[in-house]
């Protein structure tokens, strides 16, 4: 039987990648000078990125794909999207030095990818999601450190570095929470468990990422 409430989650997750997504891609443009290394255009590409993933995991929610290689693909996906939220952060810390933070971008996923691709997807899907868990986690926590040291130091004035750094323990919660929930109440109407409830976690930590880029900060009011 389909498993309607992770469907319908699902989707609402995909609606807001788009949304979000397509905002920051948007705040990229209007801006006078425009760099591929801007932060609200590698974070835009990001959301987009984590669309296809989702469209995989519907698939096979509504037993279209079966489990294979396009998992390992899906999660890679996955992966290039941590690694460009890396690479924006990049651009805080590493500021002059362009050509070494492609090289480093270029180089994890490359990296990651091969990690990915020698994961067997076809015997356990709990195994991808652990090991994307220990690939995304120390992404997430450098924008959880990197957004609170712009916020504390009030060095960004056109993002909520707070609001921000909360959308990432939101997020990081959701990815923690999500193999362990897969398992519970699993039943006829609910084949993934409540793996619904950690995607819609995930849904509240985007929708906080974009109030953090929309809203400012208190003290610009003090610059």
């Not at 195994?127 to 960004?156: A, G, N, W």
């Not at 919660?173 to 039943?187: D, E, F, H, M, T």
């Not at 849904?203 to 953090?212: D, E, K, Q, R, T």
């Amino acid at each position: 039987m389909l498993d309607i409430p992770y469907l319908i989650v699902a989707f609402l997750k995909i609606a807001c990648f788009a949304s979000v997504g397509l905002y920051l891609l948007l705040q990229w443009v209007k801006l006078e000078k425009k760099y591929t290394s801007d932060i609200p255009f590698l974070m835009g590409i990001a959301l987009i990125f984590f669309i296809p993933g989702m469209i995989i995991d519907i698939l096979y929610t509504l037993e279209i794909v079966g489990l294979g290689l396009i998992f390992n693909i899906r999660y890679i996906l996955d992966m290039i999207s941590m690694i460009l939220f890396f690479g924006s952060l990049l651009s805080v810390w590493m500021s002059s030095r362009v050509k070494l933070r492609y090289i480093i971008i270029t180089s994890l996923t490359v990296i990651f990818a091969i990690i990915y691709l020698l994961v067997p997807a076809y015997e356990s899907l709990l195994l991808l999601d652990t090991v994307h868990i220990f690939v995304s986690l120390p992404t997430i926590l450098i924008v959880i450190i990197t957004f609170l040291f712009t916020y504390y130091t009030k060095r960004l004035t056109n993002v909520h570095g707070l609001l921000i750094a909360l959308a990432a323990i939101v997020v990081l919660v959701s990815q923690i929470a999500r193999p362990v929930l897969k398992g519970v109440a699993v039943s006829i109407i609910m084949p993934s468990g409540l793996a619904w409830a950690a995607n819609l976690i995930a849904v509240l930590g985007w929708i906080i990422l974009f109030l953090g880029f929309k809203l400012k900060p208190a003290y610009i009011e003090n610059i």
